[in-house]
């Protein structure tokens, strides 16, 4: 089966290519700069509307995991507009090509994010819970809500709402693990604000579970099923490397420094839960961060 995958240089989008085109997948990216076109890469201008179309229209799944950084400095009107625009407006131009083939793919898969859920304190969020409010669960919602194909189109969407994806060689985990060996991990504010985290391992499974489930349709968490807080999560990985975590970083500090970010990414306490992937059996491999240290340590 062909795959076409946006994104496919990123954390998460690399691991998907690897595991997929392991697995017997025919994988071709999705790549802006022209140049870097060849057989298993076509070159796509979502802002421009370019991208071959019968490429895509020979194609059994589409991942569209595309957007720039949400985590890359403070958040100013312009680098909001950006993250924004980097998520809804591709998405859009790829939902405006698949309503125009004639054989669109029988899956697409977007990326979404638990932010849709936003700053909810120690309620237990599934997939019917409702969007909070604040700019990430905007974000989440418009990315979302562009994915919509008209009603009997055929193309089963997944909207993938991603925990913070752990692996040692990239992502937040990556950026965490010096400071941890230095001994200068600490807890960030009050520490009961609540994590959803998932392994990348586990993450790319769930995404090959969704190709081959018919069951799984709109939002899927894509996350462990055992949430923490952030006083847990971070005992638990000084443990994990040997390393004293004394260090805490005052919620005034964070937001002096990072702004609204800070309260968005840091600070929000988003407790949410696989509900969809366990009422079809899946399995994950690291349900818990003791698991997550091992494979990942």
């Keep these: ?24 997948y025919d994988v071709v ?30 194609t059994d799944i589409l991942i569209h995991l595309s957007g720039v950084n949400i985590a890359s400095g ?30 669109p793919p029988r899956v697409w898969l977007c990326a979404s994010a638990v932010g849709y859920y936003g700053d909810r304190g120690t309620e237990t969020l599934t997939e019917d819970a409702p969007p909070g409010v ?15 194909l008209p009603k009997g189109h055929g193309t089963r969407v997944v909207n993938l709402r991603f925990g913070a994806v752990l692996d040692s060689r990239g992502g937040m985990l990556a950026r965490l693990l010096p400071l941890f060996r230095w ?8 520490g009961t604000q609540y994590m959803s985290w998932v392994t990348l391992k586990d993450a790319v499974r769930v995404m090959e579970a969704v190709i081959n489930d018919d069951r799984l349709s709109g939002p899927v968490n894509v996350v462990a099923p055992e949430p923490v807080t952030n006083r847990e999560f971070t005992k638990s990985l000084g443990k994990a490397l040997r390393r004293p975590t004394v260090c805490h970083a ?20 988003t407790r949410a839960v696989p509900k969809k992937l366990e009422s079809v059996g899946f399995e994950f491999r690291h349900k818990t961060l003791n698991d997550a240290w091992s494979a990942l340590l």
């Design 1 to 24: 089966m062909k795959v076409i995958i946006s994104g496919a240089s990123g954390l998460i989008g690399s691991a998907t290519s690897r595991a997929l085109s392991a697995a017997g």
């Design 29 to 58: 990216k999705l790549a802006r700069a022209p140049n870097t076109a060849h057989e298993n890469t076509i070159f796509w201008d979502p802002y421009g509307g370019t991208v071959n179309r019968s490429v895509v229209e020979n």
């Design 74 to 103: 403070r958040w100013t009107e312009k680098r909001k507009q950006e993250i924004l625009e980097s998520r809804t407006k591709t998405t859009q131009f790829l939902a405006n090509v698949l309503t125009e083939l004639k054989k």
């Design 134 to 148: 604040g700019f990430l669960c905007e974000v989440c919602s418009a990315w979302e809500k562009a994915t919509t």
């Design 183 to 190: 001994g200068l991990g600490g807890v960030l504010g009050s």
């Design 250 to 269: 005052p919620a005034p500090l964070l937001r002096l420094v990072l702004g609204e970010l800070a309260d968005a990414l840091l600070l929000a306490s």
